[in-house]
């Protein structure tokens, strides 16, 4: 059973575009996750937040900026994509910091 | 920082037989990492399989296992007889909580496909 929803499920735009992806828990989560999955497969985290602190990896280009308007929702905004912006983007929650994370299905974004 | 390795590219296996995918890691924190595996199922999202906080203790779901081995800092997951519906991409990872906050870092994924 779904419980972390994103939307939309792909994307495809081209370089310069800001583009803005969705993510809803209905887990009551406290932290919210934000990861990359290149065309490599591998993930990687960009983002956790919890209770309004924002964590980032420090690999994360300034464009990515995540917003949340409550603790069930974070979304993420790309200010002007670039081609190496392609990949899925994962959204994910826990009841804390330290316990497992939930999923979503993915938003996959294909630059052009 | 933190790394995972785990077995790579795709594992194809006849029905009823055994599965081990293999999975080390390697932790920068001074405590132990919490180890998981993740799975997707085709069509669906990422989702745990199962976890294991505890060096020395063995995780279980589904008929898989896998065991939190600290001096080999390896976590293989094994499955004595799988089956058609095991076909997935599985995902071997750790947790650690720092003074950054939680991470969690992931292997490159390994993709089982079961034939009957």
């Known amino acids: 059973e779904t419980a972390v929803f994103q939307t939309p499920n792909y994307h495809v735009t081209q370089v310069g575009n800001e583009v803005s992806f969705n993510c809803k828990q209905t887990l009551g989560h406290d932290t919210m996750y934000w990861y990359k999955q290149d065309s490599k497969k591998l993930l990687k985290i960009m983002f956790s937040y919890n209770n309004k602190q924002l964590i980032v990896n420090e690999t994360v280009p300034r464009r990515f900026s995540p917003q949340s308007s409550d603790k069930a929702h974070l979304n993420l905004r790309i200010k002007s994509v670039e081609p190496e912006d392609s990949a899925v983007y994962l959204c994910?929650?826990?009841?804390?910091?330290?316990?497992?994370?939930?999923f979503g299905p993915g938003t996959r974004l294909t630059v052009l | 920082g933190d790394s995972v390795t785990q077995t790579e590219g795709q594992v194809t296996v006849s029905e009823s037989k055994s599965l081990i995918i293999n999975c080390t890691y390697s932790?920068?924190?001074?405590?132990?990492?919490?180890l998981f595996w993740y799975v997707r199922y085709p069509g669906e999202g990422l989702q745990l399989l199962l976890k294991v906080i505890t060096a020395g203790q063995k995780g279980s779901s589904r008929g898989f296992e896998a065991t939190y081995n600290k001096e080999a800092t390896s976590f293989h997951l094994q499955k004595a007889s799988v089956q058609e519906s095991d076909s997935a991409v599985y995902y071997c990872a750790l947790s650690e909580f720092n003074s950054a906050g939680n991470k969690l870092t992931f292997g490159i994924g390994t993709r089982v496909l079961v034939r009957p």
């Open positions: 994910a929650s826990s009841w804390d910091i330290s316990y497992e994370q939930y």
């Open positions: 932790a920068t924190s001074i405590g132990y990492p919490n």
